[in-house]
């Protein structure tokens, strides 16, 4: 540290009451103009803070995708129909029904995720369904026409988007 045997001259000097410097700011005409410019109609913040207002309370209490829930729970009920009305432990020494094997490659496809392959293999039973009804309406593909037709709503049901 350096100690000074001179004194040093402020920068700046005192008023001649004593007092420190005062800072008066001065704005020009034009600032003033644009400032006056910027600044926004009321009417239109009010009706801006209404539409969000009304925007967040609809959000809030309005569900966007009604039913989806629902069309799940439907879905695992549908898949369950399935495995326990048409794909039954089988008897090993009869093999399993098309159908039955496309069910079983369907569930397999469900499980591992892969839900394209899940709704490919609906699809080809509901059109095995109907080749299968247009040869034999009164048979059935399942053994009887109405359990055909529960089998066809099932399907549906899962199909649908």
Sequence with gaps: MKILSEPVEPTWTLAADGSL?????????????????????????FAVLCTSMIVSLALVFLEPNPGKAGDTATRDAARRVLIDEYIPSLNPETPPAEYQILLREAQR???????????????????????????????GLTGSAARDRKLEEQLRILLQE
């Design 21 to 45: 410097p005062t800072l008066h700011l001065q704005e020009s005409q034009a600032q003033d103009q644009g400032s006056n410019r910027r600044s926004a109609n009321p009417l239109l913040l």
């Design 109 to 139: 496809a469900h499980n591992s995720g892969d839900f394209k392959r899940e709704r490919e293999l609906y699809r080809r039973l509901l059109l095995l369904l109907y080749a299968h009804r247009d040869r034999a309406p009164y048979e």
